[in-house]
């Protein structure tokens, strides 16, 4: 459905990207940001749904800094290897090459951004630093670092109430330092609960979360 596409960071890095884009006119866009498996079919999924929904839809591949065509898989050396690439960014260049996406589609109307696991934290980020409408951050787990960065639009948080990498009282100070932020916890459902591919997939939150997401997004884009 989509098409593989290179974008220009301010500082002239450049990135691929998968973009994908509606029938007729697109009611806003839409940038999507990776776990830290890269830009994998799983993702690619998700940026064509978002396209089905209405949205100019786009996963820039924030590892390209470090390693080009860096997709892992679902196993625990490609986790060990996501969370090594994950260590080498730096967060500044990590918005930059965000930035570079949403100028990509900027077209398209109201921009938002989704982000899932590594990009949960990416789309916090973002929703202080770049110009987007909305961000949806999914378990983000640094986010508990960064709990009063301000955000300059509304934001929506999805956690899993087994995820082991991210502590619930660490879930409930990011709550309590963004009071106005509706946030949800999700029973049974542990990290990577979003992604039908992993072993972790917990239908039943995922299609809430999304369901939740969608209204966001379409009550905060168009």
């Known amino acids: 459905m989509g098409t593989d596409l290179k974008l220009t960071a301010a500082d002239g890095h450049s990135l691929d990207a998968y973009r994908a884009e509606p029938d007729g006119a697109a009611r806003g866009g839409v940038v999507i940001i990776q776990e830290i498996f890269g ?3 799983d993702i ?3 940026v064509d749904n978002f396209a089905k929904q209405g949205y100019l839809a ?3 591949a924030l590892f390209d800094r470090h390693e080009r065509d860096a997709v892992l898989e679902f196993n625990e050396d490609g986790m060990a290897k996501g969370r090594a690439l994950k260590g080498a960014l730096d967060w500044d260049d990590v918005v930059n090459d965000v930035n570079a996406a949403i100028a990509e589609i900027e077209g398209a109307g109201k921009i938002g951004v989704v982000g899932f696991c590594m990009g949960g934290s990416v789309a916090w980020f973002a929703a202080a ?3 987007v409408s909305a961000a949806v951050c999914y378990y983000g787990g640094d986010i508990l670092a960064h709990e009063t960065m301000a955000p300059n639009c509304p934001v929506m948080f999805h956690w899993g109430a087994e995820d ?4 619930l ?3 409930h100070k ?3 330092a963004n009071p106005g932020i509706p946030s949800f916890i999700y029973d049974g459902a542990g990290h990577g609960f979003s992604c039908s591919r992993r072993g972790s997939y917990h239908k039943e939150a995922a299609g809430t979360a999304m369901g939740r997401t969608l209204e966001f997004l379409s009550e905060n884009i168009g």
């Open 169 to 171: 009282d660490g879930v």
């Open 58 to 60: 786009i996963a820039p």
């Open 174 to 176: 990011v709550e309590a």
């Open 44 to 46: 690619r999924e998700t």
């Open 39 to 41: 830009v994998n079919d």
């Open 129 to 131: 630093k770049s110009p």
């Open 164 to 167: 082991h990498g991210i502590p």
